[in-house]
């Protein structure tokens, strides 16, 4: 007994979706990293007439902030120290929210200076497009082995412990899990 071959004009099987996704990252993160390249020689010809662009970030006792988090995160590490002077934090606290919001506001004041605001915006742009079709292709289960295969390859091409990474390398793990117990 023979079994009936698949005819040769039925459909092809669906292309696994992570191909795709892989090659749209590509060409996002390529974007973004020639807008990097491009801001930042914008930024050293800018800062020629207009001085160096203000930070955005805050120094607050030997910590970096960049945002409101970071500063609460430290508020609370400070308090936590053992003789910690509660009034002081609280003030030093208090200052660090203030320097860190004009810090946030120099910086587009400058952009808008120096004439390269549209650019930051397009820099912007590009970075968010590529952190979102990142975490597309971490979230998304490859459908066969060989996309299985493609995701790890593909987190693993400079892992260095990024989030999307760790769940792209978790999202293989089940989808292989997942296509074993189908055996």
């Known amino acids: 007994m023979t079994t009936n071959p698949k005819p ?10 992570i191909f795709a996704l892989i090659a749209e990252h590509k060409a996002l993160e390529k974007e973004w990293l020639r807008l990097v390249n491009e801001l930042e020689n914008a930024e050293l010809e800018a800062a ?6 203000p930070a955005d970030y805050i120094e ?9 988090d970071k500063i609460d995160f430290y508020r609370q590490r400070f308090l936590d120290e053992p003789g910690a002077n509660a009034k002081r934090i609280e003030a030093e606290y208090n200052d660090a929210k203030t320097r860190l919001a004009a810090a946030w506001r120099e910086g587009p004041e400058w952009d808008q200076r120096a004439g390269i605001a549209p650019l930051r915006k397009r820099h912007e742009r590009a970075s968010d ?9 971490a979230r998304t289960k490859p ?9 790890i390859n ?5 892992i260095s412990g990024a989030a999307w990474q760790i769940v792209a ?12 117990a189908s055996r």
């Open 169 to 180: 390398l978790k999202t293989a793990a089940d989808a292989l899990v997942r296509m074993e």
């Open 8 to 17: 040769r004009n039925a459909p092809a099987a669906e292309p696994d979706p």
């Open 154 to 158: 593909y987190a693993r091409r400079d």
């Open 143 to 151: 459908t066969t082995l060989a996309g299985e295969v493609a995701l």
């Open 60 to 68: 607050w006792n030997n910590c970096f902030a960049a945002d409101e």
């Open 48 to 53: 020629k007439t207009h001085g160096k662009r």
């Open 129 to 137: 497009a590529e952190e979102k079709a990142v975490m597309r292709v």
